[in-house]
């Protein structure tokens, strides 16, 4: 199972330098482009799209995550960051069972 990454040019450089392939996406229509291909790849287990980019393709995010199963979709902040307004992990545990990370 491949992990594949849909992002910014910096943040796929980061994960080449870790060994996982990704596409580089300055347009809606080349995320979706990347999003298909990354569906079709048998070996791919696991997407990481950016927060930015899926937000210009939000309802097929939206609409894979809530269809499928296989691959997961994972969204995650790109190299400047989380948006805005999006939580993180340690502010959902601690809401969810009052936990600090």
């Given at each position: ?15 080449r ?8 996406v300055n ?6 482009d990347?999003l298909?291909?990354?569906l079709n790849?048998?070996?791919?287990g ?10 210009t393709?939000?309802h097929?995010?939206?609409r ?13 902040p ?9 939580g993180?992990?340690r502010d959902?545990v601690r809401?969810?069972v009052?936990?600090t990370l």
């Amino acid at each position: 199972m491949k992990f594949r990454v849909i992002a910014d040019a910096e943040t796929v450089l980061g994960f080449r330098l870790a060994g996982i392939e990704g596409s580089v996406v300055n347009s809606s229509e080349e995320a979706l482009d990347a999003l298909k291909e990354a569906l079709n790849g048998r070996e791919v287990g696991i997407i990481l799209i950016t927060e930015r980019v899926a937000q210009t393709i939000r309802h097929e995010v939206d609409r894979l995550l809530y269809s499928t199963t296989f691959p997961l979709i994972l969204e995650i902040p790109d190299s400047r960051g989380a948006l805005e307004g999006r939580g993180n992990i340690r502010d959902w545990v601690r809401s969810a069972v009052g936990i600090t990370l």
